[in-house]
């Protein structure tokens, strides 16, 4: 089965504080994408970024980070010195690597980032 | 380029109705997949259309259903609604190839009273 959990479903912060999203992830598929998007309250689901399973590179786009650790089954988000306009809904996702093979993103729960002034 | 456009953006229905919702995907991309957003079970798959055939489907009663046209535009339709349909139903669309990540619209927010 796949699954990705979200253990937190609401964090606040102050602005300029680093925080860190946790996503952990099951799949028993050896090669599969991992996503990150991000709703804000229009609703809309905007991508951040997406990682494959064989590349375990972490990546960095400002201040937003990303650390993939295949060996715990992890993808986690960080956003350095946040800002009000961080406030959203975040989710991490889960997505066999070819169509062939289902298509479908399974998402987690989602993380409720509150960016105070 | 303009992004994916889901109309329309709100529809209040009655039990038994049924429902059609559209979407227009990015200029270029194929594929177009359906999710239902509700805050008890989150985000589900519906479907995916590839160049007007369904490609891939989630695990919805038949009740739930889509089409694809030429033009990669796409409907989804609910017949016989259930008040456990109102939800936020988005729609994504992608070049359509396995490395493809999707882009989502604004949805359309269904109520059914």
């Known amino acids: 089965a796949q699954k990705v959990t979200q253990a937190q479903t609401e964090i606040s912060v102050v602005e300029k504080e680093d925080v860190t999203l946790d996503c952990v992830y099951e799949?028993?598929?050896?090669?599969?994408?991992l996503f990150w998007y991000k709703q804000p309250p229009s609703g809309e689901l905007v991508f951040l970024i997406r990682?494959?399973?064989?590349?375990?590179q972490n990546e960095i786009s400002g201040r937003y980070s990303w650390n993939f650790q295949k060996s715990t089954s992890s993808f986690n988000f960080t956003i350095t010195a946040s800002q009000v306009v961080d406030s959203a809904v975040y989710f991490c996702?889960?997505?066999?690597?070819?169509?062939?093979?289902?298509?479908?993103?399974?998402f987690g729960q989602g993380t409720e980032l509150s960016v105070k002034p | 380029k303009a992004g994916v456009t889901q109309t329309p953006r709100y529809l209040i229905k009655t039990r038994g109705q049924q429902v059609t919702l559209s979407c227009s995907p990015i200029?270029?991309?194929?594929?177009v997949s359906w999710y239902q957003q509700t805050p008890g079970q989150g985000l589900q798959f519906l479907f995916e259309?590839?160049?007007?055939?369904?490609?891939n489907k989630g695990n919805f009663p038949g009740r739930f259903s889509g089409r694809q046209f030429s033009n990669s535009r796409s409907e989804m339709n609910v017949s016989t609604l259930e008040l456990g349909d109102s939800a936020l139903y988005l729609c994504?669309?992608?070049?359509?190839?396995?490395?493809?990540?999707?882009?989502f619209g604004n949805g359309t927010r269904l109520t059914v009273t």
């Open positions: 990682r494959n399973s064989f590349d375990e």
């Open positions: 259309y590839f160049s007007e055939t369904q490609r």
């Open positions: 996702a889960l997505r066999p690597l070819f169509y062939n093979q289902g298509g479908k993103l399974i």
């Open positions: 200029s270029g991309h194929r594929s």
């Open positions: 994504a669309s992608s070049l359509g190839e396995d490395n493809s990540p999707l882009h």
């Open positions: 799949t028993r598929d050896t090669t599969y994408y």
